[in-house]
């Protein structure tokens, strides 16, 4: 994310959002009665003379601010929707729009609110640090089949499955099919990373990610001279949230927002598997953190935005509780949400 200009006097900030991880960031910074501004297309008012030249009416780059009703991120498209009144621009006040926010924008985007809260302004600082962080490229596979994806700060995103097409008994490691296959991995992965240089971590079970590296290091050599191999008991994207959990990979993406929130959830389960120093639920967390018992304080995003969430948020500023926004679109947020959406490592038993 990059910051082109902030100004608090007048509550608003502009934004330039650089990869998805960011989009992601703006769909938890931006809510219900916010002002945005950005370049949008919208069909120009007609003038006299329109209609005789043609029926169809182009639409035109033009800046407009709105007043925000709705949002949506759509991860399949790279995109944030977001839809409201129009409030600023050359024509159409009033009317209904919607504003296509992706990494494509050359100009940013403008969030005007009536109060920037502290973690808003925080998940802000932490989307800039976190654009100086490396992705990583996931490669799970078995003799069938390799999953190949990527984990950003919303999760982790499937980018392709590639088939082995074995057949049979006869199908052997080192033939020509199995050569096939891994050379299909390789390209897919080169086509990914273009010039990022992400770091590779192959996972699976048995001997195929061992004879995917070997290979790639003969075919590929700089692409995999810094892999990093981890053995699961399953390939596809449950090897990857495997090698996630056990933390074998923590060197490269312990700072990834999805491993630190899922290496959170499942601290806060485990104490409360052994009635230990935890507690989750609404009214328990905020009772907990009245008293200043509360070291870390886990709420599912969906929960941030109500009047509840802002009051745990307060409570916990005001003990010097640190706070984690959870994202309920991985694993680790859905247990959180089975638990009420709240949750609480404590410094002390209660």
């Known amino acids: 994310m990059k910051v082109i200009y902030k100004d608090l006097k ?29 370049i949008t297309f919208r069909t120009a008012e007609e003038k006299p003379g329109d209609m005789l030249r043609s029926k169809k009416l182009e639409k035109k780059p033009m800046k407009l601010g709105i007043r925000v009703e709705d949002i949506s991120f759509h991860d ?50 932490e989307a800039v640090r976190s654009s100086k ?23 982790i995103q499937k980018i392709a499955n590639i088939e082995s097409h074995k057949s049979g008994k006869m199908y052997n490691e080192e033939s020509r099919k199995s050569q096939d296959y891994y050379a299909e991995i390789i390209s897919t992965v080169k086509n990914l990373q273009k010039n990022d ?65 899922t290496k959170l959830v499942e601290k806060l389960l485990q104490e409360i598997s052994k009635n230990g120093l935890a507690t989750y639920g609404k009214k328990e967390v905020k009772n907990a953190l009245s008293i200043g018992a509360v070291e870390i304080l886990l709420i599912a995003d969906n929960i941030v935005r109500t009047e509840e969430g802002e009051e745990l948020l307060r409570l916990a500023r005001k003990n010097n509780s640190k706070f984690v926004i959870v994202n309920t679109s991985h694993e680790a947020g859905k247990k959180l949400e089975g638990l009420g959406g709240v949750g609480a490592i404590l410094r002390f038993k209660i």
């Open 10 to 38: 007048k509550n608003e900030i502009k934004l330039k959002p650089e990869n998805l991880d960011d989009i992601w960031h703006l769909y938890n910074i931006i809510e219900k009665g916010d002002l945005v501004r950005a």
């Open 76 to 125: 399949f498209s790279d995109r944030l929707r977001i839809h409201g009144v129009i409030e600023e621009g050359p024509q159409d006040h009033g009317s209904y729009h919607t504003l296509n926010i992706d990494t494509k924008m050359r100009d940013g985007i403008t969030i005007v609110k009536d109060e920037w809260k502290p973690h808003y302004l925080e998940r802000i600082e």
């Open 133 to 155: 962080r490396p992705s990583v490229i996931f490669i799970s596979l078995d003799d069938e089949s390799a999953t190949i994806a990527i984990l950003r700060e919303s999760g």
């Open 197 to 261: 240089n992400l770091p590779i971590v192959v996972v699976g079970p048995g001997i195929h990610k061992d004879n995917l590296v070997k290979y790639g290091k003969e075919k590929a050599p700089e692409l995999f001279k810094n892999v990093i191999l981890c053995g699961t008991s399953s390939a596809g994207m449950n090897g990857i949230q495997e090698a996630i959990n056990i933390g074998t990979i923590g060197k490269i993406i312990a700072d990834k927002r999805v491993v630190y929130e």
